[in-house]
């Protein structure tokens, strides 16, 4: 029995790990959306992230949530699928912005049919300040122990100061910041794994 047990977990881990990117801004030529696009570059062995693009979903109505637009549907599914959730987000008014708030609604709703319960989930950001995103990514955290998810503590990608690490196209091109962002990744996929074993062995 153990050899058996032994083989069934090796498969298990072999099994890529599907992350969902989120960039929380609209803005063409967006710092964030350049973090999520070299996210997408570096996604390491195991692991491949397909992005999502909150744009064009309508303001949460609590009399529209039995009957929600087309995106929130297919938002829903694409977090369903995925295995953890990689969020990107600049900072507004010391917060996330209002259209990654948006969007968390309405997947989050109607009341128990949660997409984002026990997903893990990991958290980039980019700002021209120094501070670079830690209130927004911190109340971000915030909103996850509502939401019941895992998200993962270290390390962390606060890149600040960026307006000079990006090159004419948009791509973010600073070696430090990609080698954050490559451990913040790897770190991710362990996490999942890990979280995937736990809730596993607790079902069997």
Same mark, same amino acid.
């Given at each position: 029995?153990i050899?058996?047990?032994?083989?069934?977990?090796?498969?298990?881990?072999?099994?890529?790990?599907?992350?969902?990117?989120?960039?929380?801004?609209?803005?063409?030529?967006?710092?964030?959306? !350049? $973090? #999520? @696009?070299? /996210?997408?570059?570096? =996604?390491?062995?195991?692991?491949?992230?397909?992005?999502?693009?909150?744009?064009?979903?309508p303001?949460?109505?609590?009399?529209?949530?039995?009957?929600?637009?087309?995106?929130?549907?297919?938002?829903?599914?694409?977090?369903r699928?995925?295995?953890?959730?990689?969020?990107?987000?600049?900072?507004?008014?010391?917060?996330?912005? !209002? $259209? #990654? @708030?948006? /969007?968390?609604?309405w =997947?989050?709703?109607?009341?128990?049919d949660?997409a984002?319960?026990?997903?893990?989930?990991?958290?980039?950001?980019?700002?021209?300040?120094?501070?670079?995103?830690?209130?927004?990514?911190?109340?971000?955290?915030?909103?996850?122990?509502?939401?019941?998810?895992?998200?993962?503590?270290?390390?962390?990608?606060?890149?600040?100061?960026?307006?000079? @690490?990006?090159?004419?196209?948009?791509?973010?091109?600073?070696?430090?910041?990609?080698?954050?962002?490559?451990?913040?990744?790897?770190a991710?996929?362990?996490?999942?794994?890990?979280?995937?074993?736990?809730?596993?062995?607790?079902?069997?």
């Amino acid at each position: 029995m153990i050899p058996v047990l032994l083989l069934n977990k090796e498969v298990h881990m072999a099994e890529t790990i599907r992350i969902l990117g989120i960039a929380g801004s609209l803005r063409n030529g967006s710092y964030n959306r !350049g $973090v #999520l @696009k070299a /996210a997408v570059e570096l =996604a390491p062995e195991g692991a491949e992230i397909e992005t999502f693009d909150i744009a064009g979903f309508p303001d949460f109505n609590q009399d529209d949530e039995q009957n929600p637009a087309e995106i929130v549907t297919r938002f829903k599914e694409k977090i369903r699928a995925a295995d953890a959730i990689l969020f990107v987000t600049p900072e507004y008014n010391y917060s996330i912005p !209002g $259209v #990654l @708030k948006n /969007a968390i609604d309405w =997947a989050s709703r109607p009341y128990g049919d949660s997409a984002w319960s026990d997903k893990p989930a990991a958290i980039m950001g980019a700002s021209i300040g120094a501070v670079a995103t830690a209130r927004a990514q911190y109340h971000l955290r915030q909103m996850m122990v509502f939401l019941d998810m895992h998200p993962l503590n270290q390390p962390e990608v606060m890149i600040g100061n960026c307006a000079d @690490k990006y090159d004419a196209e948009g791509n973010l091109t600073d070696d430090t910041s990609r080698e954050f962002i490559s451990k913040q990744l790897k770190a991710l996929v362990e996490w999942t794994r890990r979280i995937s074993e736990k809730s596993r062995h607790a079902g069997s």
